[in-house]
C-alpha cells in the first residue's frame, strides 16, 4: 500500500534520486456537492488569483479592517526583504474582536473552552473577549510595557494566552509564545535573544488528570536571564488556574487577577503601520540556534485570514470550529488566534490530552459542541487508529463538514481512516502544507474545488506560486522528485529572522537564487500534484513537532560523561519520527552504568523539553564518519530503522557499522 512504501522514500537527503517507485495512489475525494456549491473558494478563485496576484492579495487584504488604506501591495525593491501594504495602517486585536461587536456580533461565541477537568468550561462571546483583551492590554500598559517591547507568554491552554496575545497585539507589544513543553533552559533563552521585558504565565495547567506546573519553569528561567542580564525581565505576570503553590518573587511576580481583573474595560487600540512586528516565533533550524520568526501584521493577518476562510470553506454563522494545536505553536497563532478570530468564527478551545479522562474525549467535545470543522495532526490520528475505531464510533461525529491535517506528510492510509472514520465518509480532508516560517496555509486542496488524493497535498493555494526543483535550480517535469520552492513572495512570509539578517538570508534565500528554499523534498506527479517528502536538511519532525539534530547533539555532549553524540530521526509509525540518539561517552564515565540512558534523556528534557527526549539512546564507541570527520547520519538512521546498512566505502573506517550493529544486537 502506498502509506508505508511513501513514507520510507522520504528518508535521506538523495531527493534527486529516482521516485518512481513512489505514490501508487489512484483514490480520489471529489468535493461533495452540496459543499461545492456554496463553497467559499472555487475554481475561479484559482483563474482570478493567476490573472492578477497582487490584485487578488489586496482584495484578500480589505477583508480586513484598515484604518488607513493601503495604497501599495508588495515592495520588493529590496529582495529578500518584503513590504507588504506598507502603507496602511491596522490593529490586529481591533480586527480580532472589536470590529465583530462593532457589528452587532458581540453576543456570538468566541470560544467554547474546554477545560480539562470534565465540567471546567467556559463560554466567551466576542463581546466578552473585547472586555477581557482591553483590561489586559490596559494592565500591561500599566506594567510599563509599550509599543515594539517584547513580552513572552508561557502558558497553558487556558482562554488568557489568547488574551495575552491579542493585549500584546493591541498595544503593538511583539509576543514570543513559548510552548509550555519547553523547559526553563529553553524559555530564557528565547527571553533573552528577544529581550522580553514581561514574561506571562500561570501557576499551572491540567495534564493528564493532574495540575501540572509551570510557575517553577518560569522562576528558574528568570533566575538564569537575571544572572546574565541582569534588570531584562521586569515583571511575571501569573495567572491563577491549578491553584497550586508557587513560589513568589515580591519584586517582580504579579498576579493576573490582582492588575487585569482591576482593569477598565475601555481601552482604544491604535493602529499600526501594516509592517508593525506582530510576533517572534522560535522553532528549530539546522544549526543548534533556534531561529526567531518574524511575522508582521497586515500581510500576516491578511493571509491568515484568507486561508482560514477560503481552505476550510469557513461559514461564520453556523460552523464550529476547532483546531487542536498548541497555542505555543504557529499553528495555534494563525489557526486558533488570528485567522479565526478575524474572521468571527466560533471555536473550540481545549486545555487537555486526548486521552484524559478517556480515550473519546475529543469525540465527546465534537459531539457537544457540534464541531463542524476539525484540524489536526497526522500523528493523533495515527494514535486514534491504534486505538481503534470503535472509541470514535460511540459518538455522534455527524456534524463534522470539513477535516483538515498538518504538520507532516499524512500517509495515505491515516488520510482515508481519518476521512472513514471520522468523518463519516463524506468530508473532504484538507492536507495543508505550511510552516512556521510560512505564517499560513500554501500548499492545499480546496474543498470546494479539489478532487483530493490521499496522502498529496496537492497543488499551490491561490495566489502562492510553489514549485519543485533540482539541485541545479531548474524545475523538474511531472514524475520527478526535487526540492520545494517558493517563487514569489507572499503576504505572511517571515519578514527575517529575530536580529539576524544574515541567517535568514543564508538559511532560506541562498541555496537557489531568487526563490524561497524550504527545506522540504517534494515529488510533482504525473498530473503536477505535489507530494511532500519530508526535510531534508538535519530537521526532524516528531508528531508535528519540528527539532534539530543539532540542538539534541549539543544537550546530549553538554552531559559531563558524553563526548560525542549523533542524533537522527527515525521512522516511527505513530510520530512521523522518532529521537534516536548514538553517544561515546567520556573515560571518565566508564561504562557509564545502567542510569546513563535515563540521565541522558532527562538530560535532554532539561536542556531542551520534554519533546525532545530521545526514544532511544545507544553507548557506542565509534561513530561513522567520512574521511573528512562528517557523521554519516545516513547509515545511523539505517540502523536506527532496522534495514540493512547502506554504502559504507565513504566511511574512514567501514568497521565502525558492525560494531554498533553488534552493540544494538547486543542491547535489545
Ligand atoms: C515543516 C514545518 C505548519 C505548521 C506545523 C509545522 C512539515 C507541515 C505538512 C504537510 C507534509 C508538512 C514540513 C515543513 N509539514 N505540514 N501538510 N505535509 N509536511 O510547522 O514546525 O514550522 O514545520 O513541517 O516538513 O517544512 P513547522
Known sequence: ????????????????????????????????????????????????????????????????????????????????????????TLNASYNCVDRHVEAGRGDKVAFHWVGEPEDDTRTITYAELKDEVSKAANAI????????????????MIPEAVIAMLACARIGAVHTVVFGGFSADALASRIVDCGAKLVITADGGYRRGAPSALKPAVDEAVAKVEAEHSGLVENVLVVRRTGQDVAWNGNIDIWWHDVVDTSSTDHRPQAFPAEHPLYVMYTSGTTGKPKGILHTTGGYLTQAAWTHWAVFDLKADTDVYWCTADIGWVTGHSYIVYGPLANGATQVLYEGTPDSPHKGRWWEIIQQYGVTIFYTAPTAIRTFMKWGAEIPAEFDLSSLRVLGSVGEPINPEAYVWYRETIGGGKTP????????????????????????????????????????????????????????????????????????????????????????????????????????????????????????????????????????????????????????????????????????????????????????????????????????????????????????????????????????????????
Open 1 to 88: 500500500m502506498g502509506g508505508g512504501t511513501c513514507r520510507r522514500e522520504t528518508r535521506g537527503t538523495a531527493v534527486g534520486e529516482s521516485l518512481s517507485n513512489l505514490l501508487h495512489e489512484n483514490r480520489r475525494f471529489e468535493p461533495p456537492a452540496s459543499l461545492a456549491e456554496h463553497a467559499n473558494a472555487t475554481v475561479a478563485t484559482y483563474a482570478e488569483a493567476a490573472e492578477d496576484r497582487l490584485g487578488f492579495w489586496a482584495e484578500a487584504a480589505r477583508r480586513l479592517d484598515w484604518e488607513k488604506p493601503f495604497t501599495e501591495v508588495l515592495d520588493w525593491s529590496n529582495p529578500p526583504f518584503a513590504k507588504w501594504f506598507a502603507d496602511g
Open 141 to 156: 500598559e500599566e506594567l510599563g510595557v509599550e509599543t515594539g517591547d517584547r513580552v513572552a507568554i508561557y502558558m497553558p
Open 429 to 668: 480532508v484538507v492536507d495543508t502544507w505550511w510552516q512556521t516560517e510560512t505564517g499560513a496555509i500554501m500548499i492545499s486542496p480546496l474543498p470546494g474545488v479539489t478532487a483530493a488524493k490521499p496522502g498529496s497535498a496537492m497543488t499551490a493555494i491561490p495566489g502562492i506560486s510553489a514549485d519543485v526543483v533540482n539541485d541545479d535550480a531548474e524545475p523538474v517535469p511531472n514524475g520527478s522528485g526535487g526540492y520545494l520552492v517558493l517563487t514569489e513572495p507572499w503576504p505572511a512570509m517571515l519578514r527575517t529572522l529575530w536580529g539576524d539578517d544574515q541567517r535568514f538570508i543564508d538559511t532560506y534565500w541562498s541555496r537557489f537564487p531568487d526563490v524561497y528554499f524550504a527545506g522540504d523534498g517534494a515529488k510533482l506527479d504525473d498530473d503536477g500534484d505535489i507530494w511532500l517528502l519530508g526535510r531534508v536538511d538535519d530537521v526532524m519532525n516528531v508528531s508535528g513537532h519540528r527539532l534539530s539534530t543539532t540542538e539534541i547533539e549539543s544537550a546530549l555532549v553538554s552531559h559531563p560523561k558524553v563526548a560525542e553524540s549523533a542524533v537522527v530521526g527515525a521512522l516511527d509509525d505513530t510520530t512521523g519520527q522518532a529521537v534516536v540518539a548514538f553517544v561515546i561517552l567520556r573515560e571518565s564515565a566508564g561504562d557509564g552504568g545502567e542510569e546513563i540512558v535515563a540521565d541522558l534523556r532527562a538530560h535532554v528534557a532539561k536542556e531542551i523539553g520534554a519533546i525532545a527526549k530521545p526514544k532511544s539512546i545507544m553507548v557506542v564507541a565509534e561513530l561513522p564518519k567520512t574521511r573528512s570527520g562528517k557523521i554519516m547520519r545516513r547509515l545511523l538512521r539505517d540502523v536506527a530503522e532496522n534495514r540493512q546498512v547502506g554504502d559504507v566505502t565513504t566511511l574512514a573506517d567501514s568497521g565502525v557499522m558492525d560494531q554498533i550493529k553488534t552493540g544494538m544486537a547486543g542491547s535489545a
